[in-house]
């Protein structure tokens, strides 16, 4: 997902924490007070608890449980009327160290109504969780891995490199996750999401909003317990059947390039805003082939800023990144800007400021690919033997997107060879009727999960709606939007569905100066109700020489 949060300031007392406030395994109130500050930053009031889940649901009498520590971000209006489940995505996107910053906060409060108690937790397998996922023992191994992260044309034999990755990947993690790697999967998780809401003791019903792959987990929680889904949210929709039961996630791709488009149509609308623009005449057109020249040049000649190698690989990879989320467009285009007009000490003084290039741990780093592969492998049903089997999968992602195609190929390869067979995994369909409507969120233009794919899951969810949102990037979270919030608002308050077709438009225009939430948050709630500093676009996807960022949903 995208989220940006703003500085982070601690306010809380030191807590005496965790275990001390857990409850054992049968009971069910769950106890709140203060969270750990390292584990927890948060500007807004956080409490948290720790929920014990039984480790294997397969395994009824094993009293062998997993702590799931739980924040529970409170609600501004009192008293709330009950609590929200979180999923931001990945798998394996951090969850508990960001819902207490202010921006993504007081973003989450206005899309609720401000008047609920905002829950998240780990699942297990992610870095944050008491299970994650963990597969190299030894630190030159992980170094070795992280700088071998590549996008999958990066040269011609680049496809076979990451083939063998993917297995040296899945043999590892065989061996060292032998004991906890099949416990991991959406099934799983979503189990203990129910846990959590007998927990909650409030109405024993699920209320969740999940975004990208927290859509999947979403649809699965919903397939799973449908009697238990009160009001569900699923925000950036990932194709379920994709992500369960073909080689690669095929549909994923399918607007990245229109959304790339995007960049340099929108910048020509408003060249005064955007760098690649300003003091010339050139079409949007004419500035995108420069970036894809840029790509091809420095594919066969790289340049490099000081200890920064700009690469086809940090390249593509910093290009991808920008289709999280539009706001980061206008600092993107100064980047980029920067590179073509040969001002490369410039490149390196802003890659060392946002510090994102400086990896100092391989495993903290590796953290999230690992817990991507060890949820998304273990769900996805298919295997590839050989590399020639999987190559059609490849041309087939090639040919749907020219700047995502080759983007998670060591991801795919690492699945279809995979070894790790979860004790549960969701073999259903998604014909589900939930208790109470579920409502989509699909975006016209979102590089990585297509409106077509909101459409998709929400065709065979009994009942539900979906709302389009008019805009760019990653979920509706990128795209702030007034009609959006009132749209959600209504939805969590009242259980009110938009009407069919409905589709809400952005706030900004593309390359606005200072688009963010708060303009449209205190257009619905009165003026001051946001007090974020406004969102900071970051530049992601670049590592000090040589890896790019894991993709991931
Ligand atoms: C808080 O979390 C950090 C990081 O996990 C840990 O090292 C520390 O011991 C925790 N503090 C307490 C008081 O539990
Ligand atoms: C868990 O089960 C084992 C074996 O049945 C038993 O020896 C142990 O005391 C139990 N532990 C707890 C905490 O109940
Ligand atoms: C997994 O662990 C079990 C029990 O420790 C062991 O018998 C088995 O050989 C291990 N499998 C692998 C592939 O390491
Ligand atoms: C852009 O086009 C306008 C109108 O044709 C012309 O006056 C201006 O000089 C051009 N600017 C540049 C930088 O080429
Ligand atoms: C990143 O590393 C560079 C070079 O060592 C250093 O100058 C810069 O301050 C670092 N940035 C951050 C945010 O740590
Ligand atoms: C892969 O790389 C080759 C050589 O640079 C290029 O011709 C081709 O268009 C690329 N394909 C994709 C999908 O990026
Ligand atoms: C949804 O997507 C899957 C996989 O692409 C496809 O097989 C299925 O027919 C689609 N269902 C609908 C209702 O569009
Ligand atoms: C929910 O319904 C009430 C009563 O009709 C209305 O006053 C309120 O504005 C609605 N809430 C939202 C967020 O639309
Ligand atoms: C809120 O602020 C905007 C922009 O500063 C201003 O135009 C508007 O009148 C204010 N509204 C209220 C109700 O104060």
């Not at 300031?9 to 395994?25: R, W």
């Not at 009950?82 to 921006?103: A, K, M, W």
């Amino acid at each position: 997902m995208v989220s940006s949060r703003g500085a982070v300031e601690f306010f809380l007392i030191p807590s005496f924490f965790a275990l001390s406030l857990a409850q054992p395994f049968g009971t069910s109130k769950l106890q709140w007070g203060p969270c750990n500050e390292t584990e927890v930053p948060s500007d807004v009031p956080v409490e948290c608890s720790v929920l014990y889940v039984p480790l294997d649901y397969t395994e009824p009498n094993s009293n062998e449980t997993l702590p799931l520590d739980l924040v529970k971000v409170l609600s501004p209006v009192k008293p709330s009327r009950g609590s929200i489940l979180f999923n931001f995505g990945g798998p394996g996107e951090p969850s508990r160290s960001v819902i207490g910053g202010q921006t993504l906060a007081e973003n989450l409060f206005a899309l609720t109504d401000r008047q609920f108690d905002l829950v998240t937790f780990d699942p297990r397998g992610t870095s944050g969780s008491k299970i994650p996922m963990n597969c190299f023992e030894v630190e030159s191994d992980a170094w070795s891995f992280l700088y071998d992260i590549s996008v999958g044309n990066q040269s011609e034999v680049e496809l076979g490199r990451q083939w063998a990755r993917g297995k040296m990947l899945a043999d590892a993690c065989l061996r060292t996750q032998n004991k906890t790697g099949s416990l991991l999967s959406s099934a799983f998780v979503a189990r203990d999401m129910i846990q959590i809401v007998d927990a909650l003791q409030e109405d024993g019903l699920l209320r969740y909003w999940g975004f990208s792959y927290g859509t999947t987990l979403g649809a699965t929680a919903a397939a799973m317990f449908p009697d238990r889904v009160e009001k569900m949210i699923l925000d950036g929709v990932q194709n379920p059947h994709d992500y369960y039961h073909e080689q690669a996630n095929f549909q994923e791709w399918t607007d990245s390039d229109a959304e790339f488009s995007a960049i340099f149509t929108g910048c020509v609308a408003n060249r005064d805003n955007c760098a690649l623009a300003t003091g010339n005449n050139k079409t949007a057109a004419e500035l995108e082939q420069e970036v894809w020249d840029l790509l091809d040049t420095v594919k066969y000649h790289p340049l490099f800023a000081r200890n920064y190698l700009l690469d086809y690989n940090n390249l593509k990879s910093y290009l991808v990144q920008q289709l999280y989320g539009s706001a980061g467009w206008p600092a993107g285009a100064v980047f980029i800007n920067f590179i073509l007009t040969g001002q490369l000490d410039t490149v390196a003084d802003v890659l060392d400021a946002t510090g994102q290039a400086n990896v100092t741990d391989p495993f903290a780093t590796l953290s999230l690919y690992q817990a991507l592969a060890g949820i998304y492998c273990g769900d996805n049903q298919v295997r590839t033997e050989k590399f020639e089997d999987f190559l059609p999968a490849v041309e087939r992602l090639y040919s749907t997107s020219r700047i995502l195609g080759d983007g998670a190929i060591g991801v795919a390869s690492a699945c279809q060879q995979w070894k790790i067979e979860p004790k549960e995994r969701y073999t259903g369909d998604f014909n589900v009727k939930t208790k109470s409507p579920v409502l989509f969120i699909g975006n016209t233009f979102d590089g990585l999960t297509p409106l077509v794919s909101a459409k998709n899951v929400s065709s065979t969810f009994e009942g539900s709606a979906l709302l389009t949102v008019n805009g760019y990037g990653h979920s509706s979270l990128a795209v702030p939007s007034a009609c959006t919030l009132r749209t959600t608002s209504a939805y969590w308050s009242n259980g009110t569905l938009p009407a069919e077709g409905m589709v809400c438009e952005a706030h900004f225009p593309l390359f606005s100066p200072g688009a963010s939430w708060v303009d449209p948050i205190n257009e619905v709630y009165g003026n001051g109700t946001a007090t974020a500093k406004r969102d900071v676009s970051h530049l992601h996807g670049f590592r000090r020489s040589l890896a790019p960022l894991p993709l991931k949903w």
